[in-house]
């Protein structure tokens, strides 16, 4: 368990309100920089706390074992998860009434016409010490530029159509959300895949798993 202070968690604008970025959230942890008024390893109250090898057979879902789990948490708080439905969905930056869109890209199209100047993407890498700033930004026009000229590409191929499956192998960077937008505005169904690591440990796994995407959705 780890508690940071107040607002140290990274944000990002979402529907018109800053919510916490798990992606920006979990680098920042990883790289050590997170910062945090708390940290506690082994609880003796966790699910974790049941003995290995009782069930061997039934497993975690055993009865044996579903019964350890709820003397061990007798005494824990509920908790209650749920959606949060929303009819409406409204940019108050833009002034757009988003949830009157069909689409991610009739959005795109809306913002490089009436935000054309306006900060669309921006990249976010360590700046030591400092935390964390924001690089390789692209206002909505020239995003949208960008978006044609690979969709313009991708359209050229008379081996694709729409509806088709493509396999998008990029790291998360600027180039992957261009390419995933051509691909929604050329109508392909996109499967986003990391790059294959060059870990030899995890090279036979990745490639697998690669393979068998690629027989599942006859690419």
């Given amino acids: 368990m780890l508690i940071t202070p107040p607002n140290v968690l990274p944000r990002t604008l979402r529907s018109g309100r800053y919510e916490i970025s798990n992606m920006l959230t979990k680098r920042k942890f990883s790289e050590g920089k997170l910062i945090s008024s ?4 082994n609880f003796p109250n966790s ?9 061997i057979e039934g497993g975690v879902f055993s009865a044996y074992s ?10 824990a708080e509920l908790q209650y998860s749920g959606l949060d439905f929303r009819e409406e969905c409204k940019d108050d930056k833009g002034n757009l009434k988003l949830s009157d869109f069909k689409s991610i890209i009739e959005i795109m ?4 016409v009436s935000q054309s ?3 669309a993407l921006a990249m976010i890498e360590s700046n030591g010490s400092k935390g964390m700033k924001d690089t390789k930004q692209l206002s909505w026009k020239k995003f949208e530029s960008r978006v044609l000229a690979v969709c ?3 359209l050229e191929k008379k081996n694709l159509k729409s509806g088709d499956y493509v396999i998008l192998n990029y790291p998360m960077c600027e180039e992957f959300i261009i390419c995933c937008y051509a691909c929604w505005l050329a ?3 996109v499967i986003p895949l990391p790059p294959i690591d060059s870990e030899p440990k995890l090279i ?4 697998g798993a690669f393979v068998r995407i690629v027989k599942q959705f006859k690419l």
């Avoid at 699910?47 to 069930?55: L, N, Q």
């Avoid at 579903?66 to 005494?75: G, P, V, W």
């Fill in 47 to 55: 699910v974790s706390a049941i003995a290995h090898g009782d069930d």
């Fill in 66 to 75: 579903s019964h350890m789990r709820s003397e061990t948490l007798n005494y």
């Fill in 109 to 112: 199209k809306k913002r490089a």
């Fill in 117 to 119: 100047e306006e900060q």
């Fill in 152 to 154: 313009l590409y991708l």
């Fill in 187 to 189: 109508g392909y169904k």
């Fill in 204 to 207: 036979d796994e990745d490639c």
């Fill in 38 to 41: 708390f940290v506690k390893f």
